[in-house]
């Protein structure tokens, strides 16, 4: 089970991998990068055996991590940061548009967040 969690991160990482283009918004790709990490973070809970809330809070999945002796770097806990692509970005509404910059930042870090979660699987 933990496995085909941290494959769904890894196709949420190959669709915001994809060549933008005008039709698509950067705030949907953020999305994706969100889905990624919050998907390979409960892939290691499910690996431990940690029970965890089913939410799109990757702040909330990181702290469970900790509390349970779960180790985490300072790169993995930048995650945290992911969690307002998890609903806000999607929607149209009085928010700045995703700069590429924010986009490539994002990104990363969901990068790192499933390569951390590889190699405790």
Not at 60 to 72: A, C, D, I, K, S
């Amino acid at each position: 089970m933990a496995r085909e969690w941290l494959n769904r991160a890894k196709s949420n990482l190959a669709i915001a991998r994809q060549p933008k283009t005008d039709d698509i918004y950067r705030e949907d790709l953020c999305f994706e990068v969100q889905q990624a990490a919050e998907k390979a973070l409960k892939a290691v809970l499910l690996a431990k055996g940690i029970k965890f809330r089913f939410v799109h809070d990757v702040s909330e999945l990181l702290t469970t991590l900790e509390r349970n002796g779960v180790t985490l770097t300072d790169e993995v806990r930048n995650a945290a940061i992911l969690t307002d692509y998890s609903v806000a970005a999607r929607y149209p509404g009085p928010f700045e548009p995703i700069t590429e910059e924010e986009f490539m930042e994002s990104l990363r870090i969901a990068e790192v967040v499933v390569a951390w979660a590889e190699t405790r699987i």
